[in-house]
């Protein structure tokens, strides 16, 4: 499949179709660093049944390199909230990427559901070497204690070493989900940075 994953919203209308399923959830308020160093812009609210986050920002790396990182299960997984978890791999064949993970949270009370990743490859202008990714994830199964979690990612090819990439996550859960969706982003940015880098990822203290 020539196919491609995605988590952001464009500021403007794109010029490319974007595979049903793999759609921004909407218009990204964040925006991309002006300087264009390796940082991320965040903003979040409250809607009136879900908490949302959109985020814009930078990965000095190729493309490449940063949608694998966006295929590691480390990488991607909310480790300050997530006591274990496992992993099922294509689990949607409709895209180039898809795996499902499993999460259990251990609490005053266990709490267990899965998110279905969803990645695929866009070739916009092959001819220019222009490419995007773009991906979803969402909650499928699990407690109803949460009763949505869905995010959109895009990833842009600036150039050969520098890719951008916008973020937009809603949430309905207990527990103040706007403030855990804010770490969420920034530490995911920072562990596709220590990816990318050949790093080990940066340990975050557990939630309380």
Not at 11 to 31: K, S
């Given at each position: 499949?020539?196919?491609?994953?995605?988590?952001?919203?464009?500021?403007?209308?794109?010029?490319?179709?974007?595979?049903?399923?793999?759609?921004?959830?909407?218009?990204?308020?964040?925006?991309?660093?002006?300087?264009?160093?390796?940082?991320?812009?965040?903003?979040?609210?409250?809607?009136?049944?879900?908490?949302?986050?959109?985020?814009?920002?930078?990965?000095?790396?190729?493309?490449?390199?940063v949608w694998a990182a966006l295929?590691?299960?480390?990488?991607?997984?909310?480790?300050?909230?997530?006591?274990?978890?496992?992993?099922?791999?294509?689990?949607?064949?409709?895209?180039?990427?898809?795996?499902?993970?499993?999460?259990?949270?251990?609490d005053i009370i266990t709490v267990?559901?899965?998110?279905?990743?969803?990645?695929?490859?866009?070739?916009?202008?092959?001819?220019?070497?222009?490419?995007?990714?773009?991906?979803?994830?969402?909650?499928?199964?699990?407690?109803?204690?949460?009763?949505?979690?869905?995010?959109?990612?895009?990833?842009?090819?600036?150039?050969?070493?520098?890719?951008?990439?916008?973020?937009?996550?809603?949430?309905?859960?207990?527990?103040?989900?706007?403030?855990?969706?804010?770490?969420?982003?920034?530490?995911?940015?920072?562990?596709?940075?220590?990816?990318?880098?050949?790093?080990?990822?940066?340990?975050?203290?557990?939630?309380?």
């Amino acid at each position: 499949m020539t196919t491609l994953l995605a988590v952001l919203a464009c500021t403007a209308e794109p010029d490319f179709v974007v595979p049903e399923g793999l759609e921004a959830l909407e218009d990204n308020l964040a925006t991309l660093p002006a300087d264009g160093s390796e940082t991320l812009d965040v903003v979040s609210g409250q809607a009136d049944d879900y908490a949302w986050v959109h985020a814009m920002g930078y990965v000095h790396a190729p493309i490449e390199d940063v949608w694998a990182a966006l295929q590691d299960t480390d990488v991607v997984m909310d480790r300050r909230a997530i006591t274990s978890w496992s992993r099922v791999d294509d689990t949607n064949a409709d895209y180039d990427v898809s795996f499902t993970l499993h999460h259990v949270v251990e609490d005053i009370i266990t709490v267990e559901y899965d998110l279905e990743w969803r990645e695929s490859l866009l070739l916009i202008t092959p001819e220019e070497g222009e490419e995007v990714v773009a991906c979803r994830y969402e909650k499928v199964d699990g407690t109803e204690l949460i009763a949505l979690i869905v995010g959109s990612l895009l990833l842009h090819k600036v150039d050969e070493q520098t890719t951008s990439l916008e973020l937009v996550e809603h949430m309905a859960a207990p527990q103040d989900p706007e403030d855990r969706m804010v770490r969420y982003v920034e530490d995911l940015h920072l562990d596709m940075v220590a990816f990318v880098n050949g790093d080990d990822l940066p340990d975050y203290p557990e939630e309380e």
